[in-house]
């Protein structure tokens, strides 16, 4: 029965750990099968080698192991560079609001020189109206002045030339008149006809 009991185990401990155990005789494999035996029990017993409390001192010095150097790389290695980025991407931002509000100030600066200058080119257009509208209407009153005067000559001239027509009209109607009163007078009485007479008669009735 202890055989049977023993090649069981052996069987058991092949299994789980395949080892393989080698039996001489019956007291070695009595021996054996205790053995394993024992240190099965053992296992099963301690569950998971984590928390083995025996172990405990060891893995909390390996942990804090980790967590210095951990904390070496991440100060030495990584914080470091991540700074590095930090204040360059800072750097940029603010070069880039530095440039924006430079930008921004060169517009404004623009845009009051361009509305001097509109202002500016404003007034001197309209000087510049004001002089032609005061020059053009002393060049008109010149030409209306020079006008007037040409009219003037030219109505003196016509009035000097109608007075002359009109003369020329009544000496033609004198000297028609006269000669055909001469006609009728002799007509009527031949020979008694008084020149000046008549020429007197002739200038009171154009004149009555």
């Known amino acids: 029965m202890a055989t049977d009991n023993a090649v069981i185990v052996i069987a058991q401990a092949e ?17 054996s099968t205790e053995t394993l035996g024992g240190e099965n029990l053992a296992h099963a017993e301690s569950g998971m080698p984590q928390l083995d409390p025996a172990i405990f001192p060891n893995l909390i010095f390996w942990l804090v192991v980790a967590l210095v150097a951990l904390y070496l790389i991440l100060s030495r290695v990584a914080l470091p560079r991540i700074g590095t980025v930090m204040t360059e991407r800072n750097d940029a931002i603010s070069n880039d609001i530095e440039e924006a509000a430079l930008l921004k100030r060169r517009a404004e600066e623009a845009e009051a020189s361009y509305n001097a200058a509109l202002a500016k080119a404003r007034d001197e257009a309209h000087k510049i109206s004001a002089e032609n509208k ?14 007037d005067a040409e009219i003037g000559v030219k109505s003196g001239e016509s009035e000097k030339r109608i007075g ?7 000496r033609s109607v004198e000297e028609v008149a006269r ?19 008549l020429d007197a008669a002739i200038a009171n009735r154009l004149k009555g």
């Open 164 to 170: 002359e027509i009109r003369a020329s009209a009544a």
């Open 134 to 147: 005061a020059q053009i209407d002393k060049e008109l009153a010149l030409l209306m002045a020079k006008a």
């Open 15 to 31: 299994t789980e750990h395949g080892e393989a155990v080698v039996v001489g005789d019956d007291h070695a494999a009595d021996h």
């Open 179 to 197: 000669a055909t009163a001469a006609e009728i007078v002799d007509a009527l009485m031949p020979g008694s006809g008084d020149p000046g007479a």
